[in-house]
């Protein structure tokens, strides 16, 4: 029997079946691997939004299944690909290990592109920019080598702090001396997806000049921490884990991400968070990390680190002694 793990997956190794070149690492859970045996052709499971998707299904570089191996202790895969359309990474690459890490830290691309992303995207004319966005982020989930740097660790350590802190006042009624209780024992999601409504329009009209306070960059701070208030709150109210949505992550998506559709992807993608946030109990999860995926983006655009929310917010936390 085959080992997922406790989120239901399992790494597969997607190999060159006539070279033996290793292509792509990505993750399928059950319905992903059924799926790939059903059709013959690859199928993975996208983390960023909980769901299905196959390989090449935007740019055609589709991996035909010539055959599937189990390692010794039957929780990772090796799946031989006959790969089509000659690239199996979403960068235009052939593999997605396509740059080579020196000794000192720096990266060197050491093959050549085999088709440009920005052509073959934008000829998906019947997809919206989100969705080619969404799409874009899927494909390239085997590649999140940001995912392993300290940048990263520290960022998911400063979130998880502070969403322990909201559990904290969710499930202590503090509510004469915190307002963020007060919001939390009131249980009135309506209410905070409104408010987190008004701080996403805010945090994109900082973006415009249209909301300025003290400049672009500390007003991204001040306003990105202020969309990840709420969306906090949201996941405490829905009692939601945070392995359930990861905030972390997909901030780092957002901000290492292709940033292509400008404005009018950000726009969607802030439509459809809302949108998710309003719909059924099981697809809130889905908004939550949308919101983070925009707060990432905002603080790319805006030119600073992705960790300069979560700090200020950790800072505002052991002001008020919630947090050491």
């Known amino acids: 029997m085959l080992k997922f793990d406790r989120q239901g997956l399992i790494p597969a190794v997607i190999q060159d079946d006539a070279s033996g070149e290793v292509l792509m690492v990505a993750f399928m859970n059950e319905e992903a691997l059924q799926k790939t045996r059903e059709t013959g052709y690859t199928h993975f499971y996208s983390r960023s939004r909980h769901a299905l998707w196959r390989k090449g299904e935007q740019s055609g570089n589709v991996q035909e299944v010539q055959a599937i191996f189990v390692n010794c202790e039957e929780n990772s895969l090796l799946i031989r690909v006959i790969q ?60 999140e080598a940001y995912m392993e740097t300290d940048e990263a660790r520290r960022l998911e350590r400063y979130m998880r702090e502070l969403y322990g802190a909201y559990l904290y006042l969710r499930d202590h009624d503090l509510s004469e001396q915190s307002n963020t209780s007060r919001l939390l024992q009131e249980h009135s999601p309506v209410y905070l997806a409104a408010r987190l409504a008004d701080e996403l329009q805010e945090l994109a009209d900082v973006q415009s000049g249209e909301h300025i306070h003290s400049g672009r960059k500390p007003d991204t ?90 700090e200020y917010d950790l800072e505002q936390m052991r002001r008020k002694g919630l947090v050491e």
């Open 84 to 143: 089509h359309g000659g690239a199996a990474c979403h960068t235009g690459y052939r593999s997605c290990y396509y740059r080579q890490l020196l000794p000192d830290d720096r990266y060197e691309t050491v093959a050549g592109r085999v088709f440009d992303p920005a052509t073959v995207y934008a000829q998906t004319s019947s997809q919206s920019a989100m969705q080619r966005f969404l799409l874009a982020i899927e494909d390239g989930e085997d590649n």
């Open 221 to 310: 701070i001040l306003e990105g921490s202020q969309v990840g208030y709420w969306l906090m709150l949201l996941a405490a109210t829905y009692r939601l884990r945070y392995d359930d949505i990861l905030p972390h992550a997909s901030l780092l998506r957002g901000y290492y991400g292709p940033h292509d559709g400008g404005e009018s992807t950000a726009i969607e993608l802030r439509q459809e968070c809302l949108n998710l946030l309003s719909a059924e109990p099981a697809q809130v999860a889905q908004g939550i990390q949308l919101g983070f995926v925009l707060v990432g983006w905002f603080c790319a655009e805006a030119g600073i680190s992705p960790l300069a929310p979560a």
